[in-house]
Structures are given as structure tokens and as C-alpha cells.
């Protein structure tokens, strides 16, 4: 995964609590790319962002989620009012600039109780 | 839109050699990303293909036709170890399919 972060590794939510899910690019890599994948199913494209922008949010639900990636700091990605439906692991994936590959961080594996 | 297609699932005999297909929607286009990925971690990149033709990177290679819109990613001689989940994936609006499982049989 080339030092891409992600924490927590596992996290633990009752519904209607909000998930706060963190990745930290290594440095030079400020395009960040968010998926969900649900058990036994592919990856999911949410949000690409670079620094401070997002650039294409076309895959994100339009209610309860929200990502950025401040100048400073970690790209964070928000579920407000968790469901149950929301349980995933959560990978965020770095690149050096738009269109050059994408490296994985370990994800972080949500479960909604 | 950007649908990639690949088979669900293979099974292949330690040794042998296997080869998993993929196509896409051309429009938009940008290259194509196979990944590999086992059960319960993260994808991890195998190969990136942009232009026309082979690239081969040891016992890996991964095939690409822009105007087909056609790929392959070729396994030699396997091991048990590559029994895995095989990703093709879209640069242009970072579309993934959805993985074909390989089984590695003795």
C-alpha cells in the first residue's frame, strides 16, 4: 500500500451515530480517492478529491455523506446517522496526480449495530 | 456510463497458466488497472496498461486493446497463493468491476 494510512482499522457504530473515517496519502500524493465495498462485492467509487477540492463526487449517496481533504491533515470521510446498510470496509486510494495509479490503504472496516 | 465485465469466478490447477478477461466502455477511456486482492485486505496494484499490447512483469502480464476495449491479465505459472479476487479497473472515472475469484487448486 506505499505508506497510504487509514484509520480507525475497525470501527464500531450504533445506528443513527456518525463515522468518522481518516486517510493519510504519503506525501507527494494528494489525490485521494474514496470506495465502499460491501461483503462479497466489488469496489464502489465515492468521491475523488485533491487537496482542498473535490473533484468528482458522482458516486457518493446524496444524504448523510460527506468528504474533504483540508489543507492540512487527513481526507476524512463522514456518515452522519449511521444505518445498518452502511456496515463496509471503506478503502481510501492515493495517486500522484489524475489518471497515474491508485494505491490502496488497508481500509477500515465499519460495522452499523 | 463505464461498465467493466469480467468473468465471477475461475479455477486453475498449481502450475497451469490463466487467463481472466475483461472489457469496458470505451468512451472516456483513459488506461486500465488490474489489481489483486485477498480476502479481507486491501487491493494492491498489478499492472497499468494505456497503450496497445503486452506488459509483462514476471510471472504477470497484462494485455490491452483500446479499440476492442478489451483486456487480459495472464497468470504462469500459479500458485496456491494466487487465489485471490482480480480487479480490472477504469482509470477515467475510477470504475472498478466487480472481481473475478480465482481458485488455485494442488
Known amino acids: 500500500n506505499a505508506g497510504v494510512m487509514q484509520n480507525p482499522r475497525h470501527l464500531v457504530r450504533r445506528r443513527g451515530q456518525e463515522a468518522r473515517l481518516r486517510c493519510s496519502p504519503m506525501?507527494?500524493?494528494?489525490?485521494v480517492y474514496w470506495y465502499r465495498q460491501l461483503p462479497e462485492e466489488g469496489l464502489k467509487f465515492m468521491v475523488y478529491?485533491?487537496?482542498?477540492?473535490?473533484?468528482?463526487e458522482s458516486g457518493m449517496p446524496k444524504e448523510r455523506f460527506s468528504a474533504e481533504f483540508p489543507k492540512e491533515g487527513p481526507s476524512i470521510l463522514r456518515i452522519q446517522q449511521v444505518v445498518r446498510g452502511d456496515s463496509a470496509a471503506y478503502f481510501c486510494?492515493?495517486?500522484?496526480?489524475?489518471?497515474?495509479?491508485?494505491?490502496f490503504g488497508p481500509g477500515t472496516r465499519l460495522l452499523v449495530l | 456510463g463505464q461498465n467493466i465485465d469480467q468473468p465471477t469466478e475461475m479455477t486453475a490447477t498449481e502450475g497451469a497458466i490463466v487467463q481472466i478477461n475483461c472489457t469496458y466502455q470505451?468512451?472516456?477511456?483513459?488506461?486500465l488497472f488490474w489489481y489483486q486482492q485477498h480476502a479481507g485486505e486491501a487491493p494492491t496494484f498489478l499492472s497499468y496498461?494505456?497503450?496497445?499490447g503486452l506488459e509483462e512483469k514476471g510471472r504477470f502480464s497484462s494485455f490491452l486493446s483500446r479499440s476492442k476495449g478489451y483486456s487480459y491479465l495472464l497468470l504462469k505459472e500459479l500458485q496456491m497463493k494466487d487465489s485471490a479476487s482480480y480487479l480490472c479497473?477504469?482509470?477515467?472515472?475510477?470504475?472498478f468491476g466487480d472481481g473475478t475469484t480465482l481458485t488455485v487448486k494442488p
Open positions: 478529491l485533491q487537496k482542498e477540492n473535490i473533484i468528482d
Open positions: 486510494a492515493v495517486a500522484a496526480a489524475a489518471q497515474e495509479t491508485q494505491y
Open positions: 470505451t468512451s472516456g477511456f483513459n488506461g
Open positions: 496498461n494505456v497503450l496497445d
Open positions: 479497473a477504469e482509470t477515467g472515472k475510477s470504475t
Open positions: 506525501k507527494g500524493h494528494s489525490h
